[in-house]
Structure formats: structure tokens, C-alpha cells
């Protein structure tokens, strides 16, 4: 079942094209399992998956969604209302973010004035730069509204890309829009705290074709299969990087949510 979709943060210097040896690793343990949550999860009351969910084992890790839906966070599209509840009760917590590209975020409402300056640093002509500040601004308002939410210091950070969102014909403004996205997070994270990519091999090749993203530690494979079925797509990458996740669906006493495999 695929993501439903609908500290002020000082933004320092750009990075431009990490080295691999450059990019932290998950510390995911091979055929262990977790579950992803978000907004749609929060009740009342907030629905944290039990230990005794299927499969029925502990927990490892989760990964809790930071945005209500939207990839930018603002009093139209607040975000996530129970954040810190559901990050304090998951064992290492993981966040993502929503992402996605429009026109209309390129204009003040949405790009800050902190990436707007550090996207003329970017190369790429305007609009690439004003895609690439787009990125910025989405990765930097989710980072504060994560920290105001106590959700600090996570395992990594996942960047959800489905084609349900708002995404240009243009690849390329895609792909930049993505790269601000992880050259912010990295910038603002420790150097062990990894970034990777949620979608599928479809949805990905749809938003930035076959153009690379730099800086990214692997894939987190989107799937509606059951649990038994996940460990056949840990070789489905999209992005030519490692798979670590893959999402299943699962349910509790009636209560629907994605399940993670680890690869």
C-alpha cells in the first residue's frame, strides 16, 4: 500500500555530488521486520503497530511519516499531528518526507529566501536552480517541524516519490527538485545519518527518468504484496543503489499499515 498522498533550521552551503564512501548506510538488520505510519494513523486514539502484529516478532525499527500528505508543510497542509507520539513509541525511528515539484513552488510561499540564495550556487540554469531551491525549502521545513515535534536525531531520512504528487514533464526540474531535497538533509545531518529514496522501479523512472541523484544510500521498494512476498523484491532496485526496504501490507484487530522487510 503506497504512502496516502494529499530548531528554526539554519540551511548551511550546498552539497553538490557526494562521494559514495561520502554517504552514511542504514543500519538495518537483514530479514528483520518494521512498519511505516503517518497521519493516517493517528486516531484517535494514535495507532502504534504491537509487537504481536503480523508477523508476529518484535519490532526493529519503524519509519514515521513527517508531512500530512503534502511535500511542503504550512497552515494549508500542516503537518503530521501526532509526530511525536508516534516517533517516541517506535524503536529506531526513521522519518520521511513527501515530495514533488510545481511551478507554483517556486514562488514565495514556498521556496525560502535561505534556499533561493543557496540555489545560486547550484549549477544548471534558472529553473533548474529555482527546482533545486524547491527541494531546499521542502526538506528544510520538514526538518523543523520534525525538531519542533521532538522527532531529533533519527536513523535516517526516506524521501517519498510517488507520481501521485505534482511532478513536471520536465525530468530534469524533477530531479533537481530531488537533489536540493538530499543536499539539504545531508548539510543539516550528522555524516552517518543516511538518505534514501522511496518509490518503485515505474514510479521513479516516470518522475526523473534515468538522470542520477547523488548522495543517496538505497532503495526502499513500494509494494502491496503480503509479508511472505517482500523478500523477492530486494532486487528490484530503481535507483541502480542497494534495496534496504521493502514495504507489505499488514493489519492489526482490524487496523490497516505498511509493514517494512528489511533486505
Not at 101 to 129: E, F, I, K, M, P
Amino acid at each position: 500500500m503506497f504512502h496516502r498522498l494529499k530548531f528554526a533550521l539554519p540551511v548551511g552551503a550546498a552539497i553538490f555530488g557526494l562521494l559514495p564512501n561520502q554517504v552514511g548506510a542504514f543500519a538495518y538488520t537483514s530479514a528483520t521486520y518494521g512498519y511505516d505510519i503517518s497521519y493516517p494513523q493517528c486516531g484517535p486514539p494514535v495507532f502504534i503497530p504491537p509487537s504481536l502484529a503480523s508477523p508476529s516478532q518484535a519490532w526493529n525499527f519503524g519509519v514515521i511519516g513527517v508531512d500530512g500528505g503534502w511535500p511542503f508543510i504550512s497552515t494549508l497542509h500542516p503537518g503530521n499531528g501526532c509526530l511525536g507520539q508516534e516517533y517516541q513509541g517506535t524503536v529506531s525511528p526513521a522519518l520521511y518526507i513527501n515530495t514533488g515539484y510545481a511551478t507554483v513552488y517556486t514562488d514565495a510561499n514556498h521556496t525560502t529566501t535561505q534556499c533561493a540564495t543557496l540555489s545560486h550556487s547550484v549549477n544548471g540554469n534558472s529553473s533548474q536552480r529555482k527546482a533545486w531551491a524547491v527541494g531546499c525549502s521542502e526538506a528544510s521545513k520538514s526538518m523543523s517541524y520534525a525538531a519542533s515535534q521532538g522527532a531529533t536525531y533519527p536513523s535516517g531520512w526516506w524521501l517519498d516519490v510517488e507520481t501521485a504528487n505534482s511532478w513536471s514533464s520536465n525530468t530534469a526540474l524533477n530531479q533537481y527538485t530531488i537533489q536540493g531535497l538530499v543536499d539539504t538533509i545531508h548539510q543539516n545531518s550528522p555524516p552517518s545519518v543516511p538518505v534514501g529514496i522511496y518509490s518503485t522501479a515505474g514510479q521513479w523512472a516516470g518522475v526523473v527518468g534515468s538522470r542520477k541523484v547523488t548522495g543517496v544510500a538505497g532503495d526502499w521498494v513500494a509494494t502491496a504484496v503480503p509479508a511472505q512476498q517482500a523478500p523477492a523484491y530486494c532486487s528490484q532496485s530503481f535507483t541502480g543503489d542497494r534495496v534496504w526496504l521493502v514495504q507489505y501490507t499488514a493489519s492489526y484487530q482490524g487496523r490497516s499499515f505498511d509493514g517494512d522487510y528489511a533486505c
